[in-house]
């Protein structure tokens, strides 16, 4: 079945920097690559996603890459505020029929003033 | 349009009971999924349900199981609770014809003692 890897763990950057969070996939067949953005005592939120046949999608000041032939996609966070601190999932669909995402771990994105 | 809503928020049971979670999701939206979250394991997915019939299932035991009904609302029930069961539970839905990004609750916090 599908595997999701997410590197880094834990992500500290002063604000305005940018952050990069990346994951790799194992399944060829996965399609749908969706991030989502948790914050404490919340559920997961949708940020941004992305689908097999597109390359990049950017929605302001987030941008997602994929790597179809690597297996990789990427989350770039550019002028980071505070409010941006948050955990941060990556996700793959497993079946072609239906929703099943299967995580990363997360990373623990803290942004410092 | 309201988002997804959970009940309950928290939970307190014991080893050996059983517990029903409930799950309304957005309007017009005939997917629902379920997945625990724990700090070790991260978001695992339990199973999806589209127009009362379950599409897909994770990795979990019998004792995991759920429904949905006419209306697209869905109940999750546990039985011979564990201690291993403590753990965030969210519910996600989305329109279900298409694979999209899910929209999740703010999950039901379950403690077993």
């Known amino acids: 079945g599908e595997n999701v890897e997410q590197h880094p763990s834990t992500l500290s950057v002063q604000e305005g920097d940018s952050a990069v969070i990346k994951c790799t996939y194992s399944?060829?067949?996965?399609?749908?690559f969706p991030w989502y953005k948790q914050e404490l005592g919340k559920g997961p939120q949708l940020i941004i996603d992305i689908r097999s046949n597109v390359g990049e999608k950017k929605d302001q000041r987030i941008a997602v890459t994929l790597n179809k032939t690597a297996k990789h996609f990427s989350l770039h966070i550019t002028e980071t505020q505070p409010e941006d601190s948050a955990v941060y999932f990556c996700a793959a669909i497993r079946n072609q029929a239906g929703t099943a995402l299967i995580f990363g771990k997360g990373t623990t994105l803290s942004v410092s003033s | 349009k309201a988002g997804v809503t959970q009940t309950p928020r928290y939970l307190i049971k014991t080893r050996g009971q059983q517990v029903t979670l409930s799950c309304s999701p957005i309007s017009g939206h005939r997917s629902v999924s379920w997945y625990q979250q724990t700090p070790g394991q991260g978001l695992q997915f339990l199973f999806e349900y589209f127009s009362e019939t379950q599409r897909n299932k994770g990795n979990f035991p019998g004792r995991f199981s759920g429904r949905q009904f006419s209306n697209s609302r869905s109940e999750m029930n546990v039985s011979t609770l564990e201690l291993g069961d403590s753990a965030l539970y969210l519910c996600a839905s989305s329109l279900g014809s298409v694979v999209t990004g899910e929209y999740f609750g703010p999950g039901t916090r379950l403690l077993v003692l």
């Open positions: 399944d060829s067949a996965s399609n749908y």
